[in-house]
């Protein structure tokens, strides 16, 4: 076998490991990504249901929040593994303890009305909430758009594909 077949024969096997490798990582974090998504859904239902702090909800809001921390711890141990999934791991951990403040912030804005506090203070403790919720909204977002992101380029062909 001459010099030149060999070494397009080591090139072909080796952008066959590469896609092999690609395909792979692909499976394995498409079924994770779906699980995160799943999850950003139930902290987005979780903000709805906390935002109104009504107590007929609160089953379903104990319930949506049960589901979303049983899910994530496993979710969290499975994305460590892959670089990308470090980074979403990180991002909708740091959400789902953005959603539990946010929860806080809705109670303490409720006993400040109990306690009849001034108006002045329970408008400006609201805004302070509202722009919480809000950025929970855009921060859910932007988790979804990098999970698609990820996946996407994954699914890009490899060079010699």
Same mark, same amino acid.
């Given at each position: 076998? #001459?010099?030149?077949?060999?070494?397009?024969?080591?090139?072909?096997? #080796?952008?066959?490991?590469?896609?092999?490798?690609?395909?792979?990582?692909?499976? #394995?974090?498409?079924?994770?990504?779906?699980?995160?998504?799943?999850?950003?859904?139930?902290?987005?239902?979780?903000?709805?249901?906390?935002?109104?702090?009504?107590?007929?909800?609160?089953?379903?809001?104990?319930?949506?929040?049960?589901? =979303?921390?049983?899910?994530?711890?496993?979710?969290?141990?499975?994305?460590?593994?892959?670089?990308?999934?470090?980074?979403?791991?990180?991002?909708?951990? =740091?959400? =789902? #303890?953005?959603?539990?403040?946010?929860?806080?912030?809705?109670?303490?804005?409720?006993?400040?009305?109990?306690?009849?506090?001034? =108006?002045?203070?329970?408008?400006?403790?609201?805004?302070?909430?509202?722009?919480?919720?809000?950025?929970?909204?855009?921060?859910?977002?932007?988790?979804?758009?990098?999970?698609?992101?990820?996946?996407?380029?994954?699914?890009?062909?490899?060079?010699?594909?």
């Amino acid at each position: 076998m #001459r010099v030149g077949e060999r070494t397009h024969e080591r090139d072909l096997k #080796r952008i066959d490991d590469q896609q092999h490798l690609r395909d792979a990582r692909l499976v #394995r974090l498409r079924d994770d990504l779906v699980e995160l998504m799943e999850i950003l859904i139930l902290l987005r239902r979780y903000t709805w249901l906390a935002q109104w702090d009504n107590p007929a909800d609160v089953i379903e809001k104990d319930g949506v929040r049960s589901e =979303a921390r049983g899910r994530l711890g496993p979710l969290e141990a499975r994305l460590v593994l892959d670089e990308d999934g470090q980074q979403l791991s990180r991002l909708v951990t =740091a959400m =789902a #303890r953005d959603v539990e403040h946010y929860e806080s912030m809705v109670r303490t804005q409720s006993q400040l009305v109990q306690q009849h506090a001034p =108006a002045e203070a329970i408008l400006s403790y609201g805004q302070k909430a509202d722009e919480q919720w809000k950025g929970i909204q855009s921060g859910i977002e932007e988790i979804a758009d990098k999970a698609r992101a990820v996946v996407q380029a994954l699914a890009k062909p490899l060079p010699g594909d």
